[in-house]
C-alpha cells in the first residue's frame, strides 16, 4: 500500500483476543480522510479510523504537545461510564492488539456475550 512516505507490506494480526471484549475499538488520526480510508481497506480494520486534522482533540488528549507536530501513539481507555481507565504511552506496534487485550482482562472488562466478526 501507498502511503505518504512510501510502500509498506500489511500483514494481519490474527489471535489478538480483542474480540473477545465487550468493547467499542476506533484509532484516530491526524492524517486526512481519504488516506485513513486507504490505510483501513489495507488494513482490512474491523474499526473506523477517525480523522482529526485540525488535531482538535490529539491537543485535548494530550498527544500532540509543545513543538511536537506528530502525534504520539498512546492507547486510551475509557469505561462505559466515560471515564479514564488507563493510558497506556508505551505502545508496540507489533503486539499492540494482544496488549490492548491483556490491558482489558486486567482492568476486568466485561466479555462480549458474542463474539465479534
Not at 493510558?87 to 482489558?104: E, F, G, I, P
Not at 476486568?108 to 463474539?115: D, E, L, P, R
Request: aromatic fraction near 8%; charged fraction near 35%; glycine fraction near 6%.
Amino acid at each position: 500500500m501507498k502511503l505518504l512516505r512510501g510502500e509498506f507490506e500489511v500483514k494481519a494480526q490474527k489471535g489478538s483476543g480483542l474480540d473477545a471484549y465487550d468493547v467499542q475499538i476506533f484509532t484516530a488520526s491526524c492524517d486526512q480522510p481519504a488516506v485513513n480510508k486507504r490505510y483501513a481497506a489495507a488494513l482490512k480494520l474491523d474499526y473506523p479510523i477517525l480523522s482529526d486534522v485540525k488535531k482538535d482533540v490529539a491537543k485535548a488528549y494530550g498527544v500532540v504537545h509543545g513543538d511536537r507536530k506528530v502525534p504520539e501513539r498512546w492507547t486510551f481507555y475509557i469505561g462505559k461510564d466515560g471515564k479514564l481507565l488507563h493510558v497506556d504511552r508505551k505502545v508496540s506496534a507489533r503486539t499492540h492488539a494482544a496488549d490492548v487485550a491483556m490491558k482489558l482482562k486486567e482492568l476486568g472488562v466485561a466479555k462480549a456475550k458474542k463474539k465479534r466478526k
